[in-house]
């Protein structure tokens, strides 16, 4: 079992920036990816970024250029910064890890673990 916390969301103006935190603990060993999610009112859950253990990254198209994606290993916490950002990048952010493997990716179903979220709010 991993367990995920969430911290970092707020309430900021178009153009701010913000940094949100994933802190994980249990079975973390066996987990390859760690992403970030996000999830607007009346929408599908949709992938931000990802990051392996080798620290590779993969970014959404929406993001990229404003958001980077992080882990500190040794405190077994991951980072999302958030620069520049929009109206539509308000959601609930959530992180996830899977399992064992090779993935780098974004799609959902590959995620076993999930965090509770932290709200990200943006205002023009």
């Known amino acids: 079992q991993v367990r995920l916390v969430e911290s970092g969301g707020g309430s900021v103006q178009a153009g701010g920036s913000l940094r949100l935190s994933c802190a994980a603990s249990?079975?973390?060993?066996?987990?390859?990816?760690m992403a970030w999610f996000r999830q607007a009112p009346g929408k599908e859950r949709e992938g931000v970024a990802a990051?392996?253990?080798?620290?590779?990254?993969t970014y959404a198209d929406s993001v990229k250029g404003r958001f980077t994606i992080s882990q500190d290993n040794a405190k077994k916490t991951l980072y999302l910064q958030m620069n520049s950002l929009k109206p539509e990048d308000t959601a609930m952010y959530y992180c996830?890890?899977?399992?064992?493997?090779?993935?780098?990716?974004?799609?959902?179903?590959?995620?076993?673990?999930w965090g509770q979220g932290t709200q990200v709010t943006v205002s023009s």
């Open positions: 996830a890890t899977d399992g064992p493997g090779g993935y780098l990716g974004l799609r959902v179903t590959e995620f076993d673990y």
């Open positions: 249990g079975d973390t060993y066996s987990s390859n990816c």
């Open positions: 990051i392996d253990q080798l620290g590779s990254s």
